[in-house]
RNA sequence: GGAAAGAUGGCGGAGUGGUCGAUCGCGGCGGUCUUGAAAACCGUUGACCCGCAAGGGUUCGGGGGUUCGAAUCCCUCUCUUUCCGCCA
């Protein structure tokens, strides 16, 4: 959540920020957290006053009992009531004011920065970056900046050539990921029903060796990167969900086990960022990057309709999340080399991808700049979101409690980041999707040594 | 599931009603010594809130209570550890 002191420093600018995210009412909401300010101001002021003279009474009762001064004491004693009292008054009036504001900066999202486009829905965002293979059409797809056309002529993308070692399946006759799965026996979808409901796939045979291949290969990366590899735990209590920020305006989004009150974690980035819950790191040793393979459960309540098909949207996903824990200073950096980290992973696959800077009202609600990463699905003819890499400027860290001493000594809140890096069925769906020949599915190079093979048959 | 013990500052660990925000050790920081480093020695070192400041208040797992006064006593919740049972 936003602190009453970024609030106090610039009202304007943050009133600016939460209407560019399409927070309605942010003028008055802004407004009456400053008034409960100036409330709980007040009474802190008569509680710190009643406090000290109850303090000073209540040691000169000490001293006169320890000198065997019991009437002089008992006199001294008499004056303490009402002052007693007074405490008690103020420190109500106090605790009210901070959880009223507490309560209100809750449901406050974070404020984007100046660089978000304006906008309210994923119409807005700004593709600033397409990149992949180059289209067998001889379209030139490769880094065009700012290129919200590309949403577009990415329909008539053709299929990677694969230097004609191979036959390559006609774009007509392209089959959805559903379909091939099917055909080469990877997924089990109905199994999968059978056993758990529905978004719960089994992974058979190829199918899952290539999924563990592919969770194999980008933990690699990641640890090349410099992450520390953490396997943490895929249950986590309230505190970890209020942390983070799933709780509470996403309880619903979350599989709770009532009987033990936990919740399985929606991504990798609950349990890890925790981890720094309630500490103060030294600035020596940021950023702190850390990454995680888990298991992923979501929901999903109230999305239905065609994009659940196959892989598109699942119950419980795979996904490899990075995470880092910086500075204000070297945050912006910091998330520059997690972008750079999750496009060469798509660059390594060889997939067709673009990158999106989301508009303000597209951000999630904790989100201070975030940027999807979509890769082109081709028998689907649409693009799939695999990442999405964020900076929460200190919004997480304020509820987190995630602090660092700088070279002043000074405690501060630290920035926090993560991204995905990457989720695995969309990735899985768009292998499958683009790399379809006559001679079976294709494996991009360097997911064959995780692999074992070039192509599934 | 049964039984017991415990939760104190970055860490370890004292403290069982009155200058206790808390002895001490480690760690951190500054200094002396040294060509430099180590060692040794000296000093310093919690967080949060109010205040321009001086200063004040809060804080010993959370909440409530007793008392003029609570880290210390009582109630309650949460969590942790150990033993027994069960078990991958």
């Not at 003279?53 to 004491?73: C, D, F, T």
């Not at 299929?159 to 070692?165: G, M, N, S, T």
């Not at 390559?168 to 997924?187: F, G, M, N, V």
Request: overall charge negative; hydrophobic content about 35%.
């Amino acid at each position: 959540m936003l602190t009453i002191r970024q609030i106090l420093a610039d009202k304007e600018a943050i009133i600016a920020g939460l209407e560019k995210k399409h927070f309605n009412n942010a003028r008055d909401i802004i407004e009456s957290v400053i008034a409960i300010d100036q409330q709980r101001k007040s009474a802190q002021q008569k509680k710190d006053n009643a406090s000290q003279q109850m303090n000073v009474l209540s040691k000169s009762i000490g001293a006169l009992m320890a000198k065997g001064e019991r009437e002089q004491a008992e006199q001294v004693k008499a004056q303490t009531a009402q002052l007693k009292e007074d405490v008690r008054t103020y420190e109500s009036e106090m605790a009210q004011a901070e959880e009223e504001q507490r309560n209100l900066l809750l449901t406050i999202p974070n404020v984007p920065y100046s660089i978000v486009p304006d906008g309210a829905t994923a119409d807005d965002n700004l593709a600033v970056k397409t990149g992949g293979w180059q289209a067998g059409n001889g379209i030139d797809i490769l880094c065009q900046d700012n290129d919200k056309a590309f949403a577009i002529e990415g329909a008539s993308i053709a299929l990677r050539d694969w230097k004609d070692e191979y036959n390559p399946t006609r774009q007509e006759e392209l089959l959805p990921h559903w379909e091939l799965a099917k055909k080469y026996h990877l997924i089990d979808f109905d199994l999968g029903v059978k056993i758990a409901g529905a978004g719960f796939p089994v992974y058979t045979g190829q199918g899952a060796h290539l999924q563990r291949a592919l969770i194999q290969f980008f933990l690699d990366e990641a640890t090349k990167a410099g992450y520390t590899e953490i396997m943490p735990p895929t249950v986590v209590n309230a505190a970890s969900g209020y942390g983070t920020g799933q709780l509470p305006d996403k309880e619903g989004q979350m599989y709770h086990a009532e009987v033990d009150d936990l919740y399985l974690i929606p991504t990798a980035e609950v349990p890890v960022t925790n981890l720094y819950r309630d500490e103060i790191v030294d600035e020596k040793q940021l950023p702190i990057k850390m990454c995680a393979y888990t298991e992923c459960f979501r929901r999903e309540a109230g999305s239905y309709g065609k994009d659940v098909r196959g892989l598109n949207r699942l119950h419980e996903f795979s996904k490899i999340e990075i995470v880092r824990i910086d500075t204000p200073e070297h945050s912006a950096q910091s998330h520059r080399e997690m972008l750079d980290h999750v496009e060469s992973l798509l660059k390594k696959l060889e997939l067709p991808y673009r990158i999106l800077r989301l508009s303000g009202g597209d951000m999630s609600f904790t989100a201070a700049l975030c940027y999807d990463f979509e890769v082109y699905s081709l028998a689907q003819q649409r693009w799939l979101e695999v990442s999405s890499t964020s900076n929460f400027d200190t919004y997480q860290a304020n509820r987190l409690h995630c602090r660092y001493r700088d070279a002043e000594k000074k405690v501060q809140l630290a920035h926090t980041l993560n991204g995905s890096a990457l989720a695995l069925p969309r990735i899985m769906a768009a292998l499958l999707e683009n790399n379809q020949t006559q001679d079976g599915i294709l494996i991009p190079a360097a997911l064959r040594p995780y692999f074992g093979s070039d192509r599934i048959q």
